[in-house]
């Protein structure tokens, strides 16, 4: 699996964003899906976990009311909207992908990895 993430940019706290993540293959629909973020000098943090089929999800505690995770499996496409964005928002945003939905959701061990987009957030 290919996963390849945009929509990233910069925006002003309170604003809004969503990001894609889009992914080649057959079995991503098969996969449990994911967010993760790296904000300058933080390690890799949690963002946003969904099964395979849509039907959980999970979500970081900074995150939860203002994020929303959601899958179109027909388009191969995962996505995270982001709602009330906060400057401690700012970070790299990568989506994952893995065949089990708890190394999504409990490590940072997932065996798929997008590339990364920026999300800026300005006071």
């Known amino acids: 699996v290919r996963l390849q993430a945009c929509g990233g940019g910069l925006v002003q706290a309170g604003g809004y964003l969503r990001l894609s993540c889009a992914a080649s293959g057959r079995t991503f629909r098969s996969y449990a899906g994911g967010w993760f973020r790296q904000a300058p000098g933080k390690e890799r943090a949690f963002v946003a976990a969904?099964?395979?089929?849509?039907?959980?999800?999970y979500y970081a505690d900074s995150v939860k009311g203002r994020f929303s995770i959601s899958r179109d499996n027909a388009k191969n496409t995962m996505y995270l909207q982001m709602n009330s964005l906060k400057p401690e928002d700012t970070a790299v945003y990568y989506c994952?992908?893995?065949?089990?939905?708890?190394?999504?959701?409990?490590?940072?061990?997932?065996?798929?990895w997008g590339q990364g987009t920026l999300v800026t957030v300005s006071s």
């Open positions: 969904i099964s395979w089929g849509g039907v959980s999800t």
């Open positions: 994952v992908a893995d065949p089990q939905l708890e190394v999504v959701v409990t490590t940072t061990r997932a065996g798929h």
